[in-house]
């Protein structure tokens, strides 16, 4: 997943200059690409030709190399013992005696030569055959950069015991997907915001995060904290939240509040498809000493971090949701939060793309001037 910057802007106009930079650089670079591709493939095809030819001779020369060292190997084994049987050759026998050594040496020594010459042959590496230039879309690689500009960072700076849950369900959450977005303390409301909100294929999911530790309890809308299970203890329960501020309460607010959103900022989409403004998710505890006794058919989600995990890794995907409709409830929410909230330098996203897009450009004309 991909932390979002919530400073940036220009989110869809960015996204879709990236998309006609296909067509916009295909079209006014298509003839000196494919003239440059041309000369290129001309020099390759002359360069595999030299190296198969050399390929060939050096097989010819290699099995002529086997040829003659499997003769000397031969002739000196067969020559000794031959030598050695025949008597007539009287004070001369020793002399030649001599030769066969000779030849089974100079046989090895052939096979040796051969063997390294072989190794050597197989490091000559085949020339590569030049990329064709319009052989894949511009867009992929220029996007894959352009998505690497949308990330933010996680809040350093803690103002409740919540923020240190919330930092660590991002960084868990992070690794787990890379077609999905992930935003953070995002304002909906005039006075909440939203801890964790995720938008992808799977979906609009928001959680809730709860930091606190001890043992956790939910009665009839009250929530309520102590430090252990046991029955004199229950007199140590200290209330967490309850009515119009139990946590299950102040989720469902944030859900509705951002399903209306959604729903008025991308009415064409919503009305042919309305499940795409389903808000899903819960509340999250994630201090790792915390306990529960909540029961069960309860109208509300709830779970740890590793619950939420796998439901997420799980769940089938959101017919409808591609990555450009979620970029677009990602810029309807951050415009409402840009609404709420003092805005810092914005960072739009269309320049960003424009920069990339140039920069692919210089690209393109230095491999055409690359001869």
């Not at 050399?54 to 060292?69: H, P, Q, T, V, Y």
């Not at 979620?326 to 415009?335: T, W």
């Not at 269309?350 to 393109?364: A, N």
């Amino acid at each position: 997943m991909i932390l979002i910057d919530k400073g940036i802007t220009d989110l869809i106009t960015g996204y879709d200059s990236i998309y006609q930079a296909d067509i916009v650089l295909r079209r006014r670079w298509r003839a000196p690409l494919l003239q440059a591709y041309s000369r290129r493939r001309q020099r390759y095809e002359s360069e595999l030709s030299i190296y198969h030819n050399r390929a060939n001779e050096f097989r010819k020369r290699f099995r002529f190399g086997i040829w003659l060292s499997s003769i000397l190997l031969i002739l000196g084994a067969v020559a000794f013992p031959a030598l050695i049987l025949l008597g007539e050759l009287g004070s001369l026998r020793g002399p030649i005696l001599c030769f066969s050594p000779i030849l089974i040496l100079a046989g090895l020594n052939g096979w040796a030569l051969l063997g390294m010459l072989w190794m050597w042959q197989k490091e000559r590496k085949k020339p590569p055959p030049p990329p064709n230039p319009l052989g894949k879309r511009i867009s992929e690689e220029l996007l894959s950069e352009w998505r690497q500009c949308l990330r933010g960072s996680i809040k350093s700076k803690k103002v409740n015991e919540d923020d240190t849950g919330i930092n660590h369900l991002i960084a868990r959450l992070v690794p787990l997907e890379d077609n999905s977005y992930l935003l953070d303390h995002l304002s909906i409301l005039e006075n909440d915001q939203v801890n964790v909100l995720v938008i992808g294929t799977k979906g609009i999911w928001i959680f809730d995060v709860i930091h606190v530790n001890g043992v956790i309890r939910w009665n009839d809308g009250v929530w309520t904290r102590s430090r252990g299970v046991h029955r004199l203890q229950r007199d140590e329960q200290n209330v967490l939240a309850q009515d119009e501020q139990a946590y299950e309460s102040v989720w469902s607010r944030k859900a509705i509040s951002i399903t209306a959103l959604i729903e008025n900022s991308l009415p064409d989409v919503i009305s042919q498809n309305p499940k795409l403004a389903r808000v899903r998710g819960g509340l999250v505890f994630t201090h790792p000493q915390a306990r529960f006794v909540i029961p069960d058919g309860i109208s509300f989600n709830w779970g740890i971090p590793k619950f939420w995990f796998e439901k997420l890794r799980t769940v089938p995907e959101v017919p409808g949701i591609d990555e450009r409709t979620s970029l677009r409830m990602i810029e309807a929410l951050l415009g409402r939060h840009r609404e709420l909230t003092l805005p810092s330098q914005p960072k739009s996203m269309l320049r960003i793309s424009e920069e990339l897009v140039r920069k692919s450009e210089d690209k393109i004309k230095s491999w055409i001037a690359e001869e």
